[in-house]
T-cell receptor, first 112, second 114 residues
């Protein structure tokens, strides 16, 4: 799977949009971009994923650049409960097992 | 309740003892995974299973044994625990193996080996 680069930490004011960037310049054509988050002491939680089109669900939006070398996760109205470590993962179907490889992620701190 | 559960949530044991961590999912997902999480390493895959009676090694399998006699259960056994196996262990399940199948994680088991 391609490697990803994320900032170590970010701050966001409550109620504002949180934009979390991810660089995946070596991504291959069959690799999906996944986002998970991990709230302190809990298991990772799936947020969203996409291949090349922008995606939106009830939690977030995922914007993937046209060349697919980077993406941005957008939490439109961050709350204190969104404070967590956010992982950007690039994942391919390998034919054996499409396992997730977690990096160290971005620690998002939402403040009042 | 439906979902994925792990037991125990916390465990303290001694070096050399055998420990089994349990994982149960109610979705009938084919795939199940065991990860460990240590400071500075993120999550690392220990073992995974594609179906009942089919298991395979992940990134860090040494010192661990798994079995999957039933689709819904995927126990992880430390046959002779070592201090280096002190960690938080997460179980996950997935409907399929394709890239578009998200993995759902359990709440974790915090294991301390003294």
């Amino acid at each position: 799977d391609a490697k990803t680069t994320q900032p170590t930490s970010m701050d966001c004011a409550e109620g504002r949009a949180a934009n979390l960037p991810c660089n995946h310049s070596t991504i291959s054509g069959n690799e999906y971009v996944y986002w998970y988050r991990q709230i302190h002491s809990q298991g990772p939680q799936y947020i969203i994923h996409g291949l090349k089109n922008n995606e939106t669900n009830e939690m977030a939006s995922l914007i993937i650049t046209e060349d697919r070398k980077s993406s941005t996760l957008i939490l439109p109205h961050a709350t204190l409960r969104d404070t967590a470590v956010y992982y950007c993962i690039v994942r391919a179907y390998t034919g054996t097992a499409s396992k997730l490889t977690f990096g160290t992620g971005t620690r998002l701190q939402v403040t009042l | 309740d439906a979902g994925i559960t792990q037991s125990p949530r916390y465990k303290i044991t001694e070096t050399g003892r055998q420990v089994t961590l349990m994982c149960h999912q109610t979705w009938s997902h084919s795939y199940m995974f065991w990860y460990r999480q240590d400071l500075g390493h993120g999550l690392r895959l220990i073992y995974y299973s594609a179906a009942a009676d089919i298991t395979d090694k992940g990134e860090v399998p040494d010192g661990y044994v798994v079995s999957r006699s039933k689709t819904e259960n995927f126990p992880l056994t430390l046959e002779s625990a070592t201090r280096s196996q002190t960690s938080v262990y997460f179980c996950a399940s997935s409907e399929g193996q394709a890239s578009y199948n998200e993995q759902f994680f359990g709440p974790g088991t915090r294991l301390t080996v003294l």
